[in-house]
């Protein structure tokens, strides 16, 4: 949630701001006066109080000097005054919800250190690493027909027991997958803590994150009890803290999870959904880190160099971009994707969305740590794929084709999948 008084302090700024990320200026607007009127009723209710007082006060020095009948009209404005501070306290009430509603639609604000622009041809490639694009064997094909023909993947039947966009993976296709998993893991357990959270979460954690009230319509939510399936392990992880003050000796917190994630992809018509491109259910080690504002670049580095070691260890052809305002997620001020190159696809494949979040989400799960002055400032927020298993094992299923149809295994995630190749059918 954006701090209010950022909003108020420069309203055109604002509506400028946040129009980079594609925001309405009458929604900004329209967010700006909620809070004007919300502090207009609270001040009313301040006044109220203090003129009760008064007169509460006001009614036993009276009597002490025996002027009953003032006394008695002090009473009648007091009954008075309690009534109109009751009226005023409900009506303020109703205004912080008209507030909270109107400000939980806005997005974080982007940096401004972003590019400017609205969708994918507007990013910045910042960095390129590897063989390039037109250097890989022409004999490679799209990871979901030769995984289908080794047996190790099985759209059919993932859409016979779900739907379409889920996949059976089986045999070496299951261990590759917790391999990478494993690997993910190993590589990053120094640095972070491992946290196993729960997948399924309360509509406080989901709202956290900023997931909800926008995106309701991108997740899992169960029926009866009001939980959610999570999207990413981030959700959870952000919740470990929420409505608690830290010290600020305990930051930077860094937090590890595996979780299985869900997302209904409602956006994705139009885009290519075989194979293991874009799923419904898909497994991912993500990592978070919770930090003061003076940390945040150090954090951010850091949690970049994290997010690309499986990358380069992995030996992939990989780039980093820098993505535009237009384009960033709702929660986010600063994204830079880690995307690896599928040969037999011919595409760039987002593995990895390094993020900056302020102190956006600490701000609407009321995450804060305590200053030296004593004073408690809330946390910024920091998150980003260690390993997102769909799209690097399509990719590891593209660029280690061998001529005799085997599929060969990178040096690194042989101890973890228990043998160097994936044979022949």
């Not at 009597?63 to 309690?82: D, I, P, Q, Y």
């Not at 303020?92 to 250190?113: Q, T, Y």
């Not at 874009?278 to 945040?296: D, N, P």
């Not at 609407?364 to 408690?376: A, C, L, W």
Request: charged share 30%; aromatic share 8%; proline share 6%.
């Amino acid at each position: 949630m954006l701090d209010s008084k950022e909003l108020l302090h420069d309203p055109e700024d604002a509506a400028r701001r946040l129009a980079r990320k594609g925001v309405a200026t009458d929604d900004v607007f329209a967010a700006i006066e909620a809070v004007r009127r919300r502090r207009a009723v609270a001040q009313e209710v301040d006044d109220a109080r203090a003129r009760l007082n008064r007169a509460s006060g006001e009614i036993g020095e009276l009597m002490a000097t025996g002027e009953a009948s003032a006394a008695e009209e002090r009473k009648a404005e007091v009954r008075n005054l309690k009534q109109s501070v009751a009226d005023l306290e409900q009506r303020v009430r109703a205004e912080k919800d008209a507030e909270r509603e109107l400000l939980l639609g806005l997005p974080n604000w982007p940096e401004e250190g972003a590019p400017d622009g609205s969708d994918d041809a507007d990013n910045v490639v910042l960095e390129t690493h590897g063989p390039a694009p037109d250097s890989y064997p022409s004999y490679i094909r799209p990871h979901w027909e030769v995984a289908e023909e080794l047996g190790i993947y099985d759209g059919a039947r993932g859409a016979k027991i779900s739907g379409s966009m889920f996949a059976v993976l089986r045999g070496a296709g299951a261990r590759l997958l917790y391999a990478l998993v494993d690997f993910g893991l190993k590589l990053n357990r120094e640095t972070y803590e491992e946290v196993v959270p729960p997948h399924l979460v309360n509509t406080d954690t989901f709202t956290a994150t900023g997931h909800l009230p926008k995106f309701a319509r991108d997740a899992y939510r169960t029926t009866g009890d009001d939980m959610w399936l999570i999207p990413t392990g981030e959700v959870p992880l952000m919740s470990l803290h929420r409505d608690e003050i830290l010290d600020e000796a305990e930051l930077p917190k860094r937090y590890m999870a595996y979780t299985a994630c869900f997302r209904r992809e409602a956006g994705s018509a139009g885009k290519d959904t075989r194979g293991m491109q874009r799923l419904h259910e898909f497994h991912k080690v993500e990592l978070v880190k919770l930090c003061t504002e003076e940390q945040v670049d150090t954090e951010f580095k850091g949690l970049l160099e994290d997010a690309l070691q499986p990358i380069r260890v992995l030996g992939l052809s990989y780039r980093i971009v820098d993505l535009c305002a237009g384009d960033l997620t709702f929660s986010s001020s600063r994204i830079y994707d880690i995307e690896v190159y599928a040969p037999g696809t011919g595409r760039w494949l987002e593995v990895s969305s390094v993020g900056k979040f302020t102190d956006f989400q600490a701000r609407r799960g009321n995450i804060r740590y305590r200053s030296p002055t004593g004073k408690p400032e809330f946390i910024h927020a920091l998150n980003g794929s260690a390993m997102a298993t769909p799209r690097v094992w399509a990719t590891l299923l593209e660029v280690g084709q061998q001529p005799d149809g085997s599929v060969r295994i990178p040096d690194p995630l042989v101890e973890y999948m228990g043998s160097s190749e994936i044979p022949p059918p």
